[in-house]
């Protein structure tokens, strides 16, 4: 079945230093690719996706493109900041009836910056 | 609506009651699922709805477990003769934009 594997945390950096999360996928066909964001005692909020391969999402400064030929989808940004602290999860869907589908989740990873 | 609504938002309860959890999804996406997250493990998918119609449901979903979307518009999740294994967040999700709704923390004492 689809699987998605993601930098193992926590991962500790300095405010404006610069973030890689890592994501790799195992699916069959051509998933669409998400990051998604979680603070402390929330829900998820979608931080960005991909839908086909070289697409790069982004949002609130964080980038992803989506490589086919790594099956990567790795998470950067170029500055860190306090409020970025939170856990950081990967996750891919396959469409189906021309929608996403359900989501297949990587374990999270929980990213502190200090100031 | 401006998002997903859930409620409780938090839930204790003695082993062996019965609990009911509540979700309104974003009105006019005919798609909802349903997600249990464990401490420290990304969600995973339990069952999900296309309009009133429960399509597909996890094994992670035992006979305790039923969910039902009447009228294609609010879900419920049912939880019966509750475990301390139960005692996750419960995440519901609305399609398109796979938005996610805060969830409902229970615990189970």
């Known amino acids: 079945g689809d699987s998605v594997t993601q930098t193992e945390g926590p991962v500790t950096l300095s405010e404006e230093a610069f973030l890689t999360i890592n994501c790799t996928y195992t699916?069959?066909?051509?998933?669409?690719l998400f990051w998604y964001v979680q603070y402390p005692g929330e829900g998820l909020q979608l931080l960005l996706k991909a839908t086909k391969a070289d697409d790069k999402g982004s949002n609130k400064g964080f980038e992803a493109t989506y490589r086919k030929e790594t099956t990567s989808f790795h998470l950067e940004k170029g500055s860190v900041q306090v409020s970025d602290s939170a856990v950081y999860f990967c996750?891919?869907?396959?469409?189906?009836?021309?929608?996403?589908?359900?989501?297949?989740f990587g374990k999270g990873t929980l990213l502190t910056v200090n100031p | 609506d401006t998002g997903v609504s859930q409620n409780p938002r938090h839930k204790i309860t003695k082993r062996g009651q019965n609990v009911t959890f509540r979700c309104d999804p974003i009105s006019e996406h005919n798609r909802l699922y349903w997600y249990r997250q464990t401490l420290g493990q990304g969600p995973e998918f339990l069952t999900y709805?296309?309009?009133?119609?429960?399509?597909?449901k996890s094994r992670l979903l035992s006979d305790r477990f039923s969910a039902e979307r009447p009228k294609g518009s609010f879900s419920t999740l049912e939880i019966q003769r509750t475990e301390q294994g139960d005692s996750a967040m419960y995440l519901c999700?609305?399609?398109?934009?796979?938005?996610f709704g805060s969830g409902t923390r229970l615990t189970v004492v």
């Open positions: 999700a609305s399609s398109l934009s796979l938005t």
């Open positions: 996750a891919l869907s396959q469409p189906r009836g021309g929608s996403n589908y359900k989501l297949t």
């Open positions: 709805f296309q309009n009133e119609a429960q399509l597909e």
């Open positions: 699916a069959t066909g051509y998933p669409s």
